[in-house]
């Protein structure tokens, strides 16, 4: 019985540890779509001023990403995400490196 128990321990702290990178992972994440969203309205709003033609279903108002900003700025995210980006929106090693850090855990 005690063996049971000690294996049914262990199990339940391995899937605990498990979940603890899953909920890590998905933060991150979600920061990360945070920082593209707010890039792409960024870029959507350069080109609109600068007189491009956006086509109708990349076309975001200005209120729902002024929303978003709001929540990223407040905890951070935006500028933590975005670590590692150039100009062009294209991300190097550091999003990717973080992604893979997650999981080795």
Do not use: W, Y
């Not at 080109?47 to 729902?64: F, Y």
């Not at 709001?70 to 490196?97: H, I, P, V, Y």
């Amino acid at each position: 019985m005690k063996d049971l128990n000690s294996e049914l321990e262990m199990e339940n702290f391995l899937i605990m540890q498990e979940n603890e990178k899953l909920k890590m992972l998905a933060e991150f994440i979600s920061q990360e779509n945070k920082a593209l969203l707010n890039e792409l309205n960024h870029l959507l709003a350069i080109a609109a001023a600068a007189g491009i033609p956006i086509p109708h279903d990349l076309n975001r108002s200005t209120t729902s990403s002024s929303k978003a900003n709001n929540k990223s700025n407040k905890r951070g995210d935006t500028q933590e995400a975005t670590e590692g980006c150039n100009t062009a929106g294209l991300c190097g090693g550091a999003r990717k490196g973080v992604a893979e850090n997650v999981l080795r855990c």
